[in-house]
C-alpha cells in the first residue's frame, strides 16, 4: 500500500481546516481587544508566533502578544531560547528600518564636506550634550554629505532653538555655531513646520534619543560615537 497516498488527502483537509481557524481567531482578538481596550486605536495585524497558542498583535510598530481569545496582552520580548534571538526587537527593527533614499532631506539641512561621496543623516537637538560631542568629532570626517534632521525633544528652549537654525539665512552655519561654537542663532520666524514633520517621522520610527545616526545602507546607530567609528560605518555601508 502507497502511505504517501493514503495520508495526502488528511493533510490537504487539515491544512484547509487551519485557514478558516487562523481566521476566526484573528478575528476574535481583534473583536475583544478592540472591544476591551479601545486605547489600543487601530490594530494594524494580528498575526501567529513561533510560539504555540501565542498570537502577536502589531500597532504601528509596537509589537504586542495575546492568546486566542484575546483575554490577555502581554508586553515584553519574545526570546527564542534555542537559537538566542530576540524576535520582539527583530521584528521592530525591521518595522522601523529607514530606507535611507526615502530619508525627506527637504526637512534637513545637508553640509558636504570634500567630495561628499559617502553619505549621513543624523537627528539631532541643539541642547543635546552629546549631539555637542558628537559634532565636534565630526570635524574630522571628510568627504561626506550630511543631512542633519533638527529634532528637538529635550524641551526647555530646544524648539526655539530649532526653529532660529532653521529660519537662518545659512542653516549649516548656524548649526555649526550653535553646537562647535556654543554661538546661538538670532530670533527669526520662518515656515518652520519641517521641524515638526521631523518630530512626526521620529515617532513613526522609534528615534527616542539623540544624536541618531542613520547610514545609506539603513544602519542605524543610537547615540554620539566617536570619528573613526564614523568612518567604519560609512565605509561597512558602501
Not at 24 to 36: D, F, Y
Not at 162 to 186: E, F, L, T
Not at 205 to 217: E, Q
Request: hydrophobic share 35%.
Amino acid at each position: 500500500m502507497n502511505l504517501t497516498k493514503t495520508r495526502l488527502p488528511a493533510m490537504l483537509i487539515a491544512a484547509a481546516c487551519a485557514v478558516p481557524q487562523a481566521q476566526a481567531e484573528e478575528a476574535t482578538i481583534r473583536k475583544n481587544l478592540g472591544e476591551r481596550i479601545p486605547q489600543l486605536h487601530k490594530i494594524d495585524e494580528v498575526s501567529r508566533t513561533p510560539m504555540n497558542g501565542l498570537w502577536e498583535v502589531r500597532v504601528g510598530s509596537e509589537i504586542l502578544y495575546t492568546d486566542p481569545e484575546g483575554n490577555f496582552l502581554i508586553q515584553g520580548s519574545l526570546i527564542d531560547s534555542r537559537l538566542k534571538r530576540n524576535l520582539t526587537e527583530e521584528r521592530v527593527d525591521k518595522l522601523t528600518a529607514v530606507d535611507f533614499d526615502a530619508l525627506p532631506v527637504k526637512d534637513a539641512f545637508t553640509i558636504v564636506r570634500g567630495n561628499g561621496k559617502r553619505k549621513l543623516a543624523v537627528f539631532e537637538d541643539p541642547n543635546c550634550s552629546y549631539c555637542k560631542r558628537f559634532e565636534r568629532d565630526l570635524q574630522k570626517v571628510d568627504n561626506v554629505t550630511i543631512h542633519t534632521f533638527l529634532y528637538p525633544i529635550l524641551g526647555g528652549d530646544s524648539p526655539e532653538k530649532s526653529r532660529n537654525i532653521w529660519c537662518s539665512k545659512d542653516k549649516g552655519k548656524a548649526w555649526q555655531d550653535q553646537m562647535v561654537r556654543d554661538q546661538s542663532a538670532p530670533a527669526s520666524t520662518c515656515d518652520s513646520t519641517a521641524i515638526a514633520r521631523n518630530l512626526e517621522f521620529g515617532r513613526k520610527y522609534k528615534i527616542s534619543g539623540t544624536p541618531t545616526l542613520i547610514f545609506s545602507d539603513g544602519s542605524r546607530v543610537p547615540g554620539a560615537i566617536s570619528a573613526p567609528q564614523v568612518e567604519k560605518y560609512l565605509a561597512d555601508a558602501k
